[in-house]
């Protein structure tokens, strides 16, 4: 299963790529008719405009993945530094941190995604900074929870005894322990992060038009979802697909980077 998530991240990352060199053809080139079914020259159909929808979905499909991405690496950033930190020296630090990542972590994730846009305003600032606050709470609590357990082995105790740095011990003993949470986080932290910038966008504060993203086409799609089912359809499909692909990723890296003991029926 992971092979076959593996292999529809892949295509959308080519068809993100070829966006960029310019495969599809321009996005906001007016190519036909208005609200053609798909059809030769226009493979998903064109929109209100006349515009081909299939290069502004591969438009859509960069912006969304780069968006996204950018913002679960600065949430695996936070989450080690704030995690490993809270976890390892407990105390006031671990209560501060665990205190802050309860008040985000009570909030719907839409919720707070409103909340953050309707402060920054509309755009990418808003979408990129909203993921990060939806998605590190659960990623700082568990990786806290891993930094913990791992603080508590011999080798860390071992180094503290000799006289190792509180870094050295952090960078050198508890980061790499922990870096399969990260890793596996991360990635349902990418799916989250997709969701969030789609309905972000779909309700006016996220990405903003002519910039296309997912989001953005299935909001413009839906005005013509009875005429044109096409505008909607081929975002729609592309977007549930990559949170799909993503989470079969992730259960991939969590059977191998996080194996559960096996247990006996008897």
């Known amino acids: ?102 008040v985000l972590y009570s909030f719907p994730a839409i919720v707070l995604a409103i909340l953050v846009a309707a402060v920054l305003g509309p755009g990418q600032t808003a979408a990129l900074a909203s993921i990060v606050l939806v998605t590190i709470p659960l990623m700082t609590r568990l990786v806290r929870g891993a930094a913990v357990a791992v603080s508590q082995r011999d080798y860390v105790t071992s180094a503290v005894i000799s006289g190792a740095r509180l870094p050295r011990v952090l960078v050198r003993h508890v980061l790499p322990n922990v870096a399969g949470t990260i890793a596996v986080q991360g990635t349902y932290a990418l799916s989250v992060g997709i969701a969030v910038e789609g309905g972000l966008s779909f309700l006016g504060f996220g990405v903003q038009p002519p910039q296309a993203s997912l989001g953005v086409l299935i909001q413009q799609g839906g005005t013509y979802m009875i005429a044109a089912p096409w505008l909607i359809l081929g975002p729609g499909v592309v977007l549930v697909a990559a949170i799909l692909a993503i989470n079969v990723v992730g259960d991939g890296l969590r059977d191998r980077l996080e194996p559960r003991e096996t247990r006996s029926l008897t």
Request: hydrophobic share 50%; no cysteine.
């Open 1 to 102: 299963m992971s092979a076959g998530g593996l292999a529809v991240l892949a295509v959308l990352v080519l068809f993100a790529l070829g966006s960029l060199a310019g495969a599809g053809g321009d996005p906001d080139a007016i190519v036909g008719p208005r609200l053609q079914p798909p059809g030769p020259g226009w493979w998903l159909g064109t929109d209100n405009l006349g515009r081909s929808v299939l290069p502004r979905v591969m438009e859509g499909v960069g912006t969304t993945l780069l968006l996204s991405s950018i913002a679960v690496l600065l949430t695996a950033v936070l989450s080690a530094a704030f995690g490993i930190l809270a976890g390892y020296r407990g105390g006031y630090l671990n209560e501060l941190v665990m205190r802050l990542v309860e």
